[in-house]
């Protein structure tokens, strides 16, 4: 393995959590291809610089807390980073539910404050659009929707 690659390799890991597929990308930029970037991918496993569990956890807590997205819209940013779905299940389970509920009640009330619409229906329909973008799932969107609506 060539010392200056693996240096560089390890900064790049080293400055935030990396999927497997995002060094072997940025190997291939640096020309180092197949069995020698897959040699390099292994070394960096075995000395705990990717570690595609732990990137998943960070990045679908990272996501919920700072960004509010849903569970749907991390687990679509997930799969296109080729992680595996027992990692992508791991990482889920860095959302408790009641966050979660909370958070969407949180973003109705936002969004229903900020939308100046005097149809009720057009306005849940809004709200609701607004979440489905954020990667919440429609029913339980809806469900949130009715039981404010109640209180």
Known sequence: MDKVILKKICSFCAYQERTQDEARKKLSEWKVFSDEAEEIIAWLIVENFINEERFAKIFAG???????????????????????????????????????????????????DSTNESNSLIKKQKIANYLIGKGYESELIWSRLSEIKKQ
């Open 62 to 112: 990272g996501k919920f807390r700072i960004k509010n997205w849903g569970r749907k819209k991390i687990i679509f940013e997930l799969k296109s980073r080729k992680l595996s779905p027992y990692c992508i299940q791991s990482g889920l389970l860095e959302i408790s539910e009641e966050d979660y509920i909370e958070t969407i009640d949180v973003l109705i009330k936002k969004k229903s």
